[in-house]
Nanobody
Framework: QVQVVESGGGLVLAGGSPRLSCAAS????????MGWYRQAPGKQRELVAE???????NYADSVKGRFTISRDNAKNSVYLQMNSLKPEDTAVYSC?????????WGQGSQVTVSS
């Protein structure tokens, strides 16, 4: 059974640089992609960043230049370094791991940015 476990998040001051971590387990295969979505109150869920097993990355325009996603394939882990946080980055951040067309989700981590 695949499990996706996140860590990190919490209350951060604007301009802060927290890091989210996520580890997927329970699969004999390498996940084709791992990444993070986020959802703020009253807003649609949006893709924040994704990294494929070949280390190709994709970012939302709103976080380009501020967030960096990285991956450790040996550990089936992904990390999101968030820099220069803004209040509008406040959201629940959910990690996911995709294996072919199946997506496995983490429990979600609240990130609250105070100004």
């Amino acid at each position: 059974q695949v499990q996706v476990v996140e860590s990190g998040g919490g209350l951060v001051l604007a301009g802060g640089s927290p890091r989210l971590s996520c580890a997927a387990s329970g699969s004999s295969f390498r996940f084709h992609a791992m990444g993070w979505y986020r959802q703020a109150p009253g807003k649609q869920r949006e893709l924040v960043a994704e990294v494929t097993s070949g280390c190709i990355t994709n970012y939302a325009d709103s976080v380009k230049g501020r967030f960096t996603i990285s991956r450790d394939n040996a550990k089936n882990s992904v990390y999101l370094q968030m820099n220069s946080l803004k209040p509008e980055d406040t959201a629940v951040y959910s990690c996911y791991a995709r294996l072919t067309s199946t997506i496995y989700w983490g429990q979600g981590s609240q990130v609250t940015v105070s100004s």
